[in-house]
C-alpha cells in the first residue's frame, strides 16, 4: 500500500501563487507516475498535470505556462508550484500515483482547498 500525504494549499487572492506537495510512503516500487488532478464544485475530475521519469511533463491546457510540477524522488515527493493564480483555479486539488498496473497500483491522497479570490 502506498500513502500520499498532501500539504499546501489555502486562499490566495488572484494573480498570486500557491504551492502544493504530495508526500510517498509505503511500498512507493510499483509507481510509475505522480500527478495532480482537481475538482471544482459540480464538475468532474480533471488531470491538471503529470511527471514521469524519462517522459515530458504533461499539463492541461488550462495551466500550461503557470504551474510547474516537480518531484524529488529521493523523498518521494511532487510538488505543484501554481503561479498567476486565477478565480477558475479554485477546486480541491488531489495528488494521485499511479503504476504500470493501474488496477493494483493507484493511490489518491486527500484533497486540498485552493481558493482563489477575485
Known amino acids: 500500500q502506498v500513502q500520499l500525504v498532501v500539504s499546501g494549499g489555502g486562499l490566495v487572492q488572484s494573480g498570486g501563487s500557491l504551492g502544493l506537495s504530495c508526500a510517498a510512503s509505503g511500498d512507493t516500487s510499483c509507481i510509475a507516475a505522480m500527478a495532480w488532478y482537481r475538482q471544482a464544485p459540480r464538475l468532474e475530475r480533471e488531470l491538471v498535470a503529470a511527471i514521469r521519469s524519462g517522459r515530458p511533463t504533461y499539463y492541461s491546457d488550462s495551466v500550461k505556462g503557470r504551474f510547474t510540477i516537480s518531484e524529488d524522488s529521493a523523498k518521494n515527493t511532487v510538488y505543484l508550484q501554481m503561479n498567476s493564480l486565477q478565480p477558475d483555479d479554485t477546486a480541491a486539488y488531489y495528488c494521485?500515483?499511479?503504476?504500470?498496473?493501474?488496477?493494483?497500483?493507484?493511490?489518491w491522497g486527500q484533497g486540498t482547498q485552493v481558493t482563489v479570490s477575485s
Open positions: 494521485n500515483a499511479l503504476g504500470e498496473d493501474t488496477y493494483n497500483c493507484k493511490f
